[in-house]
């Protein structure tokens, strides 16, 4: 037999949870594919018999007559009389004449696979000879690729902004993620929006942030009118514009796929679907149900007749994998360990806003670490300096669990710069119940901030002195040095979410390279370390690393401006992460971001200032050159994730212009 898949080209998207994305040639996936995948199966008979129209075409003028058959006006095949369909089953012309049909796709897939795609060598379709295969498939080929663009309008398809898909009108989706729910749905759907930017595939506009990926038209919101959804994803500008629809639970309503096929033309859709092993995705929906719906009426009237309470949390079973530990048991009378965490980041603001949430706002009740330096109370570093210390030193730390709904918070904006902490969090943790809060600020200056914070705190250990001498200790030729050191690693790493992990400060990369500063006449050493403020500012890429572990909607990003120009609006930001646990901060008009950990830098004899045009211009250079994409990738992620229309854009400090794309 002849091996579909070694011509499609199909590829297979893997989700970190092993789950499978099935291939979808009309969008040439082997732009995003990771991997090259043999043997798949013919999912899509659709795509392929809309295909074989053009291949049918084709093929039958290839075609010698069949032995024996019955001179007709098919068999003739002359110029002048009807021009038959090519059957090659036998039997009558009628079992291949899904040409002229809007319904082709009913053609059973073994007809096509069986006998359509049979070896050349090994004979023929009822003495039918291929002696022209090569062309016949490659014609197939194209057609897998273009063939849905020349499909007229489905028969009986509604008049509405869908189906007459003209410009000015709304854009409707016409590709569709269905499923399923707990397979890397969230994760995929990211890839292809977010990290595969290009695409332009557009989402769902001015609906709550989790709508924009999940709309839930067809199966929830669908008295709302199919003009309705064409207007949620914004005016068609041009034709081959391109929307999607990444809702999971359609696979869940039987009605669905009905309703897609009279609202919109059936043979212009394609479907994405993720799938994964069906016990642990089961067991992941139910600890999903745990973590978040379990407080509504419905989902605890149902599991309750199974024994489950309604504070389920210290009846889930342990994380698959996961464990067996005092985080994981959560059990009354033993250690508190944190499930909310402030990762990061250095000089965005970390400090003030722990202790805003851990002292002014105390009626939060968010335990810190007990019975370590004052210092550590903030930043007790187990996940990345201590983790040898064990996961029961670790909640031995946070004081006695008293109630099941006690919460501690763990603020280290160090675990953002470790590739490795998000790993052991999901290891260690329930995975489900864990909240990240993230403070960012202009990564030029939080830069600066921290190469001055060296100079006040840190340079006086020798491995900062080693790693900074050899620039002459100046903030200027560590731009010039070793930026482009940093930017070579990040260009010559395939993938995104793989810039932190092997672009980070302690990354090896930076073990081996040795340059020689011209204006000291020295080498460099400890090359890692000196690009740490800039390794530390690329918040883009840190965020898709922790992507990778946790969905993007436990975290909870502020910007150190905006808490500083509008504080209250900016702090809201943060509910998401605080009502999970049941937490709600009230904040008065007046209220502003505490001003804490702001060293003067006394005997800083060493440290390189500027004037503010010369920085300007030093940071206008790191914003195009070397920030850029990182940027970008924030943007979008507060956008897509978060439903900020209109991010800060650190560039117009620089008087940077906005790509069109941002404006």
């Given at each position: 037999?002849f091996?579909?898949?070694t011509?499609v080209?199909?590829e297979v998207?893997?989700?970190p949870?092993e789950?499978?994305l099935?291939?979808?040639?009309n969008l040439?996936?082997l732009?995003i594919?990771?991997r090259?995948h043999k043997?798949?199966?013919?999912w ?5 018999l809309?295909?074989?129209i053009?291949?049918?075409l084709?093929?039958?003028v290839?075609?010698p007559?069949a032995?024996?058959?019955?001179d ?14 090519a059957d090659?089953?036998g039997?009558?012309a009628?079992?291949?004449c ?6 082709r ?9 069986s006998?359509v ?9 009822k003495?039918?000879g291929?002696g ?5 498939l490659?014609v197939?080929?194209?057609a897998?690729l273009?063939a ?6 489905a028969s ?5 902004a869908?189906?007459?898909r003209a410009v ?5 989706p016409?590709l569709f993620?269905i499923?399923?729910?707990k ?12 990290e595969k ?5 557009k989402?769902a506009?001015g609906?709550?942030a989790?709508d924009?990926k999940e ?12 003009e309705w959804y064409?207007s949620m994803?914004?005016i068609r500008?041009a034709?081959?514009?391109i ?6 639970d359609?696979t ?5 796929p009905a309703?897609?096929q009279?609202?919109?033309i059936?043979d212009r859709c ?5 799938i994964?092993d069906?016990v642990?995705?089961a067991?992941?929906?139910?600890k999903?149900i745990?973590a978040?719906y ?8 149902a599991?309750?007749?199974?024994g489950?309470?309604a504070d ?7 994380a698959s994998g ?9 059990a009354?009378g ?7 965490f402030?990762?990061?980041?250095q ?6 806003l722990?202790?805003?949430?851990t002292?002014?706002?105390?009626h ?6 007990q019975g370590l330096?004052?210092d550590?109370n903030k930043?007790?570093?187990?996940f990345?300096a201590?983790?040898a210390?064990?996961i ?5 730390m946070?004081g006695i669990?008293n109630?099941?709904?006690e919460i501690s918070m763990?603020a280290t904006?160090?675990?953002t710069?470790?590739?490795q902490?998000?790993?052991r969090i999901?290891k260690?943790?329930?995975p489900?119940r864990c ?10 200056t939080?830069a600066?901030?921290?190469?001055k914070?060296i100079h006040a705190v840190f340079?006086?250990?020798d ?5 900074l001498?050899?620039f002459?200790?100046?903030f200027?030729l ?5 930026v482009p050191?940093?930017l070579r690693?990040?260009e ?9 992990g092997n672009c ?11 340059v ?5 006449g020295l080498?460099?050493?400890l090359?890692?370390?000196?690009s740490?403020?800039f390794?530390?500012s ?5 965020l898709?690393?922790?992507f990778k ?6 975290f909870?990003?502020v910007?150190y401006?905006d808490?500083?120009d ?6 809201a930001f ?15 008009p007046?209220?502003q ?15 390189e200032t500027?004037?503010?045009?010369n920085f ?7 914003h195009r050159n070397?920030?850029l994409?990182s940027?970008e990738l924030?943007r979008?992620s507060?956008?897509?994730f978060?439903g ?16 069109a794309s941002e404006s």
């Open positions: 037999m091996d579909v898949s011509w080209n199909c998207v893997r989700a949870s789950s499978c099935f291939f979808n040639p040439r996936l732009e594919a990771k090259r043997g798949v199966g013919m899509h008979p659709r795509l392929f809309s295909a074989i053009t291949a049918a084709y093929a039958a290839e075609v007559f032995s024996g058959a019955a007709n006006a098919c068999t003739r095949r002359a110029v002048g009389e009807g021009l038959c369909p090659p089953r039997g009558g009628d079992k291949f899904f040409l002229q049909t809007t319904r796709w009913q053609l059973q897939r073994e007809i096509l696979i006998e795609f049979r070896d050349r060598e090994t004979a023929a379709y003495g039918v291929m022209h295969t090569r062309l016949f490659s197939i080929t194209t897998v273009y849905a663009v020349e499909v007229p309008f009986g398809a509604a008049d509405n869908c189906t007459r000015g009108e709304g854009l409707c016409e993620l499923g399923f729910q397979a890397g749905s969230t994760a995929l759907w990211f890839y292809l929006t977010y930017g290009h695409l332009g595939l989402y506009q609906l709550p989790d924009n709309i839930h038209f067809f199966d929830v919101k669908y008295a709302s009118g199919i064409a994803y914004g500008n034709t081959d514009e929307s999607m629809d990444a809702t999971p359609y869940r309503v039987p009605q669905v309703r897609i009279k609202e919109l059936p394609r479907f994405i679907v993720s994964r069906p642990t995705r067991y992941s929906w139910y999903h745990h978040v379990l407080q509504k009426d419905d989902y605890d009237a599991l309750q007749p199974f489950y309470k389920a949390a210290v009846e889930v079973p342990f996961a464990a067996d530990n005092a985080c994981t048991r959560r009354v033993e250690g508190l360990c944190p499930e909310l402030l990762i990061g980041f000089k965005a603001g970390s400090t003030a722990w202790f805003y949430l002292y002014e706002k105390g939060l009740g968010l335990k810190y670490a330096p004052a550590d930043e007790i570093h187990f990345d201590k983790y210390s064990g029961e030193w670790y909640a031995s946070y669990r109630a099941t709904d763990d904006p160090d675990y710069r470790v590739p902490v998000p790993a999901q260690e943790l329930i489900d909240r990240f809060i993230v403070s960012i600020r202009d990564p030029v939080r600066y901030s921290w190469y914070h340079l006086q250990e491995d900062y002195d080693s790693a001498q050899p002459g200790y100046k200027s560590m731009v010039k040095y070793v050191q940093v690693c990040i010559s790493t395939t993938n995104a979410n793989d810039v932190h980070g400060y302690q990354s090896a990369y930076f073990h081996a390279p040795r020689e500063i011209e204006e000291t080498e460099t050493k090359l890692g370390l000196a740490s403020p390794c530390d690329l918040y883009g890429y840190i898709l690393h922790w572990y946790f969905n993007p909607q436990q909870c990003v910007v401006e808490l500083l509008n504080f209250e609006g900016e702090v943060l509910k998401p992460c605080l009502s999970f646990y049941g937490k709600e901060v009230s904040i008065w007046s209220e971001l505490p001003k804490l950990n702001e060293q003067a830098c006394e005997s800083c004899d060493k440290l500027f004037e503010p045009e300007r211009e030093l940071g206008a250079d790191l070397f920030f994409t940027n924030v979008s507060l956008m897509i978060y900020r229309a209109r991010p800060r854009r650190w560039e117009d400090a620089y008087d940077i212009p906005s790509p």
